[in-house]
């Protein structure tokens, strides 16, 4: 986890626009470099870093001996570093995983080189040479990255839209802030003015495709035979999420997991647990889970610690301390969607006492796992299995805006690195290549195919391998009371009748149709006015005429037992 920032062609003293710059520095609490590029004298980067591979070299602008022309700013871990410099036998100057980007685009030029990356970035990497400036971000939008190119070919991009918004620039003419899509390379000409043109914006994978650095992974390729065989398959998915948990462990500082109690957190936990004590790991791993004292989370996230022997770690929520933090986190997210904000108050707290009160920076967490096995409750009622595939594509394709923001921006409001292991590029394309009807719920119970694939191994309690899908902001408080109850109550008196009547005239896009909805907007206007278009669209459920966003709405949903 870092901050990039860069600017090619600013009109402004660069000493000026670098505070800019300081608006991300939480991103990287280690160290912060400024760097002005050679022969462009209004071309800069600027990189706030967090330490966590090569404690050496790893400052950048990275630039190495044999490419004296490439200057490389990102943000991110590159898990098949070693494997790729083996297989083409590149002679690295530096430990630094990044590296393998510059021998790369050497090589094969920009769009293979994305092509081969297996791990998540965002990436600023300018060539002198062939005077050419290039963005790319991973194929999920794991690692953010935010531009804006004015019409006079000023190009401003950086980790975070909040250190593009106080930028000057001479034209009057509004300049989008935009996010780069997930999954693509954007191209741009320099000039001898520093200034840029864009030339070329493309897809360099798909998650639905088998990723072209599959041929170099350590895990072999599947045999895709026509008669999909479930044990076969159930075999399949558990080597691949292990080989996902395993490469996830390169780091030089210590690793922790959040652990909600649900399904997907605890099979991370486990297998990072496991897996840490085969790769003799000198710590116990730490998990961390949130909640009030008889939240159903915080019950379940401790017979899963006790089982897999984790020092476990019980942060306590009430809903007064998390309605404090409400308008921090809508700062550090840069969204107003209504469920992203609930479930991501507990994920800042939980974040912000991991940095204060332990040695764990680098973070796992089950993110993804709902989007590519269908587990949210709304697939119940999906028409087809068609339908649901689809569907989770669309998740898929959509989580930059969503889970994968809210799981960036808290953790990183912190200076924690966050990896999810579920997002793997192959686990991920293998599970969407299976037949559409063996990924539905089954039996009324979602993820079906992912739980019976980790069945009779006694890796996470049986009660939690078959534990109902509850959501992040529901499950921190009792099933009496849930968190966006609370929050909603509270709310209430903050917004009147009045402006809720207005709200379609005072706010056009994603007219906000609740009183909690109408103030998570204001604080995100008082941020970031007139930037609503960053969200496309509120998160909420398919196939259900439901208001709000939290399961524990829909008619489907039905609360354990003991809780």
């Known amino acids: 986890m870092c901050g990039i920032w860069a ?20 991103r990287g609490p280690d160290a912060f470099r400024f760097e002005n590029v050679n022969g462009f004298t209004n071309c800069c980067f600027g990189f706030h870093r967090l330490a966590i591979v090569d404690q050496l070299y790893g400052m950048q602008p990275l630039r190495i001996k044999k490419f004296p022309f490439l200057w490389l700013c990102y943000n991110g871990e ?33 769009q293979k080189m994305a092509s081969l990356l297996d791990g998540v970035f965002a990436f600023i990497l300018l060539d002198t040479a062939n005077r050419k400036v290039f963005l790319g971000r991973d194929t999920y939008g794991v690692r953010p990255l935010f531009k804006f190119l004015t019409d006079d070919g000023f190009l401003a991009v950086c980790s975070e839209a909040k250190g593009l918004t106080d930028i000057t620039r001479a034209t009057a003419s509004p300049a989008n802030i935009v996010a780069l899509l997930p999954g693509h390379f954007e191209a741009f000409d320099l000039k001898q003015s520093g200034k840029v043109q864009s030339v070329q914006m493309e897809p360099f994978h798909c998650c639905t495709k088998e990723p072209a650095h599959a041929v170099y ?49 605890s099979l991370v936990a486990a297998t990072l647990v ?47 301390e998390g309605i404090q ?117 089954k039996h009324g119970v979602e993820k079906h195919l992912l739980r019976d694939s980790f069945k009779d191994l006694n890796l996470i309690p049986d009660e939690i391998l078959w534990r109902r899908k509850e959501a992040f902001s529901d499950g921190m408080m009792s099933v009496k009371k849930s968190w966006y109850v609370c929050l909603q ?44 278009e960053w969200l496309s669209h509120y998160w909420m459920p398919r196939w259900t005429n439901a208001s709000d966003p939290s399961a524990r709405t829909l008619a489907i949903y039905e609360p354990d037992k003991e809780q």
């Open 7 to 26: 600017l090619f062609g600013s009109d402004e003293c660069l000493s000026v626009q670098c505070t800019s710059a300081m608006r991300i520095a939480h």
């Open 78 to 110: 590159i898990y098949n570093h070693r494997t790729l410099s083996k297989e083409f036998d590149f002679d690295h100057q530096t430990k630094v995983d990044g590296e393998i980007l510059l021998h790369l685009y050497d090589r094969f030029g920009i």
């Open 217 to 265: 992974d350590t895990v072999e390729r599947l045999p895709t035979s026509m008669k999909v065989l479930p044990e076969t398959v159930k075999g399949n998915i558990r080597a691949l999420f292990e080989n996902s948990v395993r490469k996830r462990l390169m780091a030089q500082r210590r690793i922790g997991c959040l652990l909600s109690g649900g399904l997907d957190s």
């Open 274 to 320: 496991k897996l840490a004590k085969e790769e003799k790991l000198q710590y116990p791993i730490q998990t961390f889970s949130i909640g009030s004292e008889d939240s159903p989370d915080v019950l379940a996230a401790r017979k899963v610690a006790a089982h897999i022997g984790s020092e476990h770690h019980e942060v306590n929520f009430t809903a007064e």
């Open 325 to 441: 933090v409400v308008e921090e986190v809508i700062y550090h997210l840069e969204t107003y969607d209504i469920t992203t904000v609930r479930a991501s108050v507990g994920m800042y707290l939980i974040s912000k006492y991991i940095k204060e009160k332990s040695e764990s920076v680098v973070i796992f967490s089950g993110e993804g796992s709902d989007e590519l096995t269908q587990g949210y409750l709304y697939f119940h009622k999906a028409p087809t299995p068609k339908a649901a595939a689809e569907d989770s594509v669309r998740l898929l394709k959509e989580l930059y805006l969503f889970d994968v923001l809210r799981a960036d921006r808290t953790t990183a409001a912190h200076g924690l690195e966050l990896r999810v292991p579920f997002l793997d590029h192959r686990l991920t394309a293998y599970y969407l290549s299976l037949p559409e009807e063996m990924r539905t719920p």
């Open 489 to 532: 109550e509270h709310l209430e008196s903050m917004v009147n009748d009045d402006q809720m009547e207005k709200a379609s005239k005072t706010f056009p896009h994603n007219p906000p149709a609740t009183k909690e909805a109408y103030y998570f907007r204001q604080v995100f206007e008082k941020h970031y006015p007139g930037q609503a």
